[in-house]
């Protein structure tokens, strides 16, 4: 018999635990011995639950399960920064195996924990913390080993795909969209993580460090949300051939790692475009195996608890047999992420400005002396005197770009600079 | 160091050569120790090759393969049913772990070499075996592991599913797209086991006995192929908002498991309808993740050496580091297909009938009789005697409907039965 603790009962814990009960003979048949729950800590013993669970089972005290000598397994669903980090290098150092959905800690702290894993002899496993039941992680661990990774799109945020989908199709703002993603359950009360990017960040994080065999810095990546994100723009795109997403991206080339996440306009026949809702999606490209994409809900109790429960599956049979999954991070290079102000990108762009003649003059010559060349212009209607003006730019180095809009901001002419949207044209 | 020997120096073959040696540095540190080919087995010595390879690694002698004290993993990539299968049997008898692309052997043979690496302790992985460079096997084996899988739809065969786009976007006729699809190198010499569909089936007993963990016997799984498909169909389906693909189709149910390869009207919206060419896809539902759908392309010889390298990369780093990832098949279940006789499904259905009053309800009447209820109905213009007459059935039971149809067949203004294509709208 194999015992494990889980340390918190939230949406994901109860999904494990669910799973756990419901497909027990299958995963016994799967491990060769029994699974089954030691201990599982919760902050507040007399909360409701959402599952049948023994009284006694829940503890308080987290020493109840790390320092526990009947646990091999030691499984992360408490979520955010610390405790949970304290908590897993503690259960590590006691010789435990982890299996965590904890995108924050494995993002910052990846390196530390496989090392410290590494030297205690244990496994640690994390299929649960990108894009919820896909598979991702052990893909690239090992069905697309072989590969150079180039490079990964991914759409990581249910959330925001959530909102911005609703905000096309019903044509809503940010503000009320949000509202009706939390009325849902699919946006939480403090949002923050997800629409201002954060979350899809670590995600990219975690994925690009494995696909690219260094350890990113998660503070090198460059992240933007989707809260200015206005209806006009989810408009003017539509009109042009393209939806608005937030991408998670990372690219390599020789110049070293580009990863960022931002909204992008996605040409609207890209397999990209139609992944709506809450899902999830990863488009990938390796030098031997040429495109592959997967989709699934990347949030969410069960298919979470799918992910995590997989590993637990895995990390027990691997401790039944024996064995150690050998995950070679050793010879992991260091971040070289590339600074944003250096990454070229096609841009759309939306100014509003005066009706008066010259206007665009003026703008298109700053735009040529700071090397923007420009792809297509929009002017709309012209019913009052200030008009809206969209340009979508070739292929511009964002340093440019940057020293071209603050010149034009102080044009007389130029009311305001509305939006400066990514176009990726070349996913 | 770790050596291989490779059965096969074709298409993929010569692909698994080119991928070792470009990434053979990076494969060097995720395996802990170099991988080098030892000896590469062909049929003609005398062959021009498509890699360059130093003349004395190739032999015609299998022995030096299967029997060379050296050899750690023999990969095995000459296809077809004999000699491969006695030459995987020995190589594991001697002691050898084998990665194979093989579909047929390990669809028809699965059972006894599994039974056969765990007497001798040695791995059998099959990653290429099904969808190219698509990971699905490993998938199935640890990330979807918590899941009991209830049902996969796949486009599993490149060149059916690129004939068929083919017809579908060109208006061409199956033949000419055939032969379109051979000058263009996506279809063999002899397509006989791609459009008569027993290529996916062999793909889909794979799957689905992973999925289902039972022994499929592949000759109990229902096949139809491409040939009979008629551009009119093809069009009358886009009418009706359709798309006609080669579907192999797996479920599970409490009366038994329900496993087949036909053609099959997809809605169009659907995104199994979207996938065009030579892509592959899998889409499955697990009761806890819920929907998954991958896509890539499904053979080639970089995709397909893609999935080949990647676990020989896994066995490498298993045998170097002592271990040997353990498949517990010994829990399989053993075959039980429902007879496709006993499926209900609905159908589009295709007569060419004489323009005479009294015939659709000669028809209506022994659809009647036979439990056929009909969900809609399409007469074409009556331009000539000869009229097409078009139905698309609600869920009809396949005995019930041949009796009907064979009823329907004697009728005098029935001229002849066109068509008869399943119709999936529950994917
Ligand atoms: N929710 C998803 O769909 C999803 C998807 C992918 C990944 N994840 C990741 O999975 C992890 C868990 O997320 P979740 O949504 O399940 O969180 P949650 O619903 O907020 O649950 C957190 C659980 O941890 C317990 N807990 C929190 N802090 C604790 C502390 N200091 N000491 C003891 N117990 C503590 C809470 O106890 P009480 O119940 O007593 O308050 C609660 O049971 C996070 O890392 C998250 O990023 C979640
Ligand atoms: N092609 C694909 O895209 C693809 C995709 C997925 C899976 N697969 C599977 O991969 C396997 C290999 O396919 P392939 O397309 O690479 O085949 P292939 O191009 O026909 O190559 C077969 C190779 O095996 C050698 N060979 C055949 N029979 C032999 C024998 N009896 N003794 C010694 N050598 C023999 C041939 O030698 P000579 O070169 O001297 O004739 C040739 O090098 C098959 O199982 C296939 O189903 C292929």
Redesign the pocket.
């Given at each position: 018999m194999l015992r494990i603790g889980i340390?918190?009962?939230?949406?994901?814990?109860s999904g494990v635990v669910k799973i756990l009960e419901k497909n027990s003979e299958n995963i016994k048949n799967k491990v060769g011995t029994e699974v089954t729950i030691e201990k599982i800590?919760?902050?507040?013993?007399k909360?409701e639950r959402d599952v049948e669970i023994k009284k006694e089972l829940l503890t308080?005290k987290?020493e109840d399960i790390i320092n526990n000598s009947n646990i091999d397994i030691v499984v992360e669903?408490?979520?955010?920064e610390q405790?949970?980090y304290d908590y897993i290098i503690k259960a590590i150092e006691n010789g435990k195996s982890i299996v965590?959905?904890?995108?924050?800690?494995i993002a910052k702290y990846g390196k530390r924990i496989f090392r410290k894993a590494d030297e205690n002899d244990v496994q640690v496993c994390y299929e649960?913390?990108v894009a919820?039941g896909l598979p991702i992680i052990r893909p690239l661990q090992n069905s697309l080993a072989a590969n150079r990774i180039e490079k990964i799109y991914g759409i990581l945020n249910g959330t925001t795909n959530y909102i911005l989908t609703d905000m096309s199709k019903e044509k809503k703002d940010f503000a009320d969209s949000l509202k009706n993603a939390q009325a849902l359950g699919f946006a939480e009360a403090d949002p923050s993580s997800d629409i201002e990017g954060y979350d899809a960040a670590y995600k990219i994080t975690i994925l690009s460090s494995l696909a690219f065999e260094r350890f990113v810095d998660v503070n090198e990546v460059y992240v933007e949300g989707i809260k200015d994100i206005d209806i006009e723009d989810i408009e003017l795109a539509h009109e042009m051939g393209y939806v608005i997403k937030l991408l998670a991206i990372a690219k390599n080339s020789s110049e070293g790692l580009d990863v960022r996440v931002h909204p992008a306009f996605v040409p609207e026949d890209h397999p990209l475009a139609m992944i709506n809702g809450t899902y999830n999606c990863v488009y990938l490209h390796g030098d031997a195996v040429g495109q592959v994409m997967s989709t699934a809900r990347?949030?969410?109790?069960m298919?979470?608890g799918s992910a995590v429960t997989a590993d637990i599956i895995q990390v027990a049979k691997d401790i039944n047999h024996n064995q150690r999954e050998v995950q070679r991070m050793d010879s992991f290079l260091e971040s070289n992420v590339i600074k944003i102000d250096e990454i070229e990108n096609s841009f759309y762009l939306r100014f509003e400005v005066k009706d008066e003649p010259g206007v665009m003059a003026h703008i298109a010559k700053i735009f040529g002396d700071n090397n923007v060349s420009l792809a297509s212009v929009l002017q709309k209607q012209k019913e009052n005197p200030v008009v809206p003006l969209v340009f979508i730019t070739h292929s511009v180095r964002e340093k440019d770009l940057n020293q071209s809009l603050a010149k034009i901001k102080k044009l007389d002419d130029v009311i305001e600079i509305k939006s400066v949207i990514r176009v990726e044209n070349n996913i």
């Open positions: 340390l918190g009962l939230g949406t994901v814990g800590l919760v902050n507040n013993l909360k308080d987290v669903l408490i979520g955010g405790p949970a965590t959905a904890n995108k924050l800690v649960g913390s919820g990347g949030a969410g109790q298919p979470t």
